[in-house]
Each structure stands twice: as C-alpha cells, then as structure tokens.
C-alpha cells in the first residue's frame, strides 16, 4: 500500500502541470477497469499507473484533489471501504 502523500507526489511526477490530459479513477480491480478503459472506451492506456491506498477516504481525497486540478474522472460504481481500492492514472 501506498500513503496518500507518496501517490500524490507520483501523479504529479507523471503528469506535471497537464492534469487535464490524465484521467483518474478509483476501483478494487485495476486490471479489468483497464482493460474496459481500452476495449470497451477505446482509451489508450499506454501511460496506466495504479497504486493501492491505504483506505477508500485517502484514495477518494486523491481523486478529488486531481479532479480538482482538472484531471478527467474515471471512477466506476459503488466502492466499499471493505475491499482493496487502488488509485489509478492514464
């Protein structure tokens, strides 16, 4: 698991000063959502990093922060606090 300040300073170093040419989304299975960003949205996710946060508040404080710089929303459905959430860019 990643801290919340460590994957914040990842995306930074990935997407500098673009964060409207990201996406960001939060999800418990980063293989299948990449995989649907790529076949079924026809995305390319040539540039895909995920992370694993340490709780479902510190990866939605993440995405909220970035969407707030500008970054495109990509969260799909209801995630449970329960389950492994994994903070994911591309």
Known sequence: MASKASIIKAIESK??????????????????????????KKQSVAYWSDWTADSLSDAQDIESYFINKGMKDGTCGDLSASKTVYVYVF
């Open 15 to 40: 997407g500098g000063s673009h964060c409207g040419l990201w996406r960001i989304g939060l999800t418990h299975d980063p293989v299948e959502r990449k995989r649907y960003w790529k076949d079924t």
